[in-house]
């Protein structure tokens, strides 16, 4: 079972700062690309930014400049740092990764959410 656990939402002053990790843990064979997503009250889940292994990224246009994704693949965790935020960056942050897992007859590919965190930046 693999589980994919989100930290780091809070609530913030519009212009401010925060570090969101995913910390990924399970029957993991390797971890291929990673994302972080977000959604909105009312709206639909949106793709903030992603890497992969190689630590090739990219990102949203609304972020980018103010958003970065890295990832740590010794501690299978991925972060994003978020600056200069907006209220507009309010919403729930969920990670999301493809992951080869072991199986009974060898490993085979998933992709995986977290629960998400909460990120309220205020005005």
């Known amino acids: 079972q693999v589980q994919l656990v989100e930290s780091g939402g809070a609530l913030v002053q519009a212009g401010g700062s925060l570090r969101l990790s995913c910390a990924v843990s399970g029957s993991i064979f390797r971890i291929n690309d990673m994302a972080w997503y977000r959604q909105a009250p009312g709206k639909q889940r949106d793709l903030v930014a992603t890497i992969s292994r190689g630590d090739s990224t990219n990102y949203s246009d609304s972020v980018k400049g103010r958003f970065t994704i890295a990832r740590d693949n010794a501690k299978n965790t991925v972060y994003l740092q978020m600056n200069a935020l907006k209220p507009e960056d309010t919403a729930v942050y969920y990670c999301?990764?493809?992951?080869?897992?072991?199986?009974?007859?060898?490993?085979?590919?998933?992709?995986?959410w977290g629960q998400g965190t909460q990120v309220t930046v205020s005005a």
């Open positions: 999301n990764a493809d992951i080869d897992v072991y199986g009974p007859f060898g490993t085979y590919a998933n992709n995986y």
